[in-house]
């Protein structure tokens, strides 16, 4: 302690002080209402403002959800990225923002669990809330899931990324859309093909985006273990969080056995999805981030079931 060097202390003027010498004020005479019903309501006014507006909301809201799942962990709490908007007509100037965050924090109170059937009745009584004909709600988060090792039997988390879409009319009804992006390993056919030993590989980026049934009953099947095995089983090999020796022997032997161009790719996980009764519409990208050039390489396939069916009635 006697050898600690004291400095001289500063005298600075008072905390008050400080801030007027940055800029602050004393508060000046309030005239307007102070309660609600006194003040002014701009978005309410009723006028001709020359156009209707597709949507108008708030985006990029961060907020805990619980997410189930038929994977383990059956019941996860994680965060989730909301955008809430309906449309306006010209007669209306605004919305009411605050009623996004009110209805959020409502069903937050009861227990938020961002299942399709939760997500249309928060839509529905958003759309009333706002007193709109109609209203959209969309979440981002990540999901995790237990992964073995495929000798070791070593467990780690893996995890993939999914949006949640939903549109209410009261006209329409139901408009719902899910993705779900999910890593994979492909080997490259050609230089598998060309070398006299070994074959290059990569990992790749499969984002599946797929219009679900309006009467899909997610209860009966959960739909993100449908779209990441049809990614994964796909793809030349699975990533694993948890790899002994003996595990990457069987993986990278695995990818060796079942090279994948990306066009493969793309196309061997639409034939996946479209065998899956509860989608109608879907498109799935795929982008292989290339291990011996500067690029990646990317492909991808769009293809509405029910246009199909017309097309071929």
Known sequence: MDNIKSF???????KVQRH?????????????????K????????????????????????????TVTSSLNPKEQTTIGTFKFSSSIDKASKGTNMSRFTEQLQSYY?????????????FTKDLAGRLKQSDAEVEVSFPWFYERRGPYSNLTGMNHADITINVKYDNVEGYTIQASLSSLITTLCPCSKEISEYSAHNQRGLVKMTVSLAEDFDESLLDWKESLLEAAESNASSRLHPVLKRPDEKMVTEQAYENPRFVEDMVRLVAADIYEMPFVTKFNVKCRNEESIHMHDAIASVTFDKLQDEMDEG
């Not at 010498?21 to 209402?33: A, C, D, E």
């Open 8 to 14: 001289p202390k500063k005298q600075l003027p008072d």
């Open 20 to 36: 007027k010498l940055f800029g602050s004020v004393q508060p000046g005479p309030r005239t307007k209402p102070s309660e609600k």
């Open 38 to 65: 006194g003040m002014a309501d701009l978005q309410n006014t009723k006028r001709d403002f020359l156009f209707d507006l597709d949507e108008v909301g708030i985006e990029n809201v961060k907020h805990p959800i």
């Open 109 to 121: 109170q009861k227990g938020f669990t961002t299942n399709l059937l939760t997500l249309k009745a």
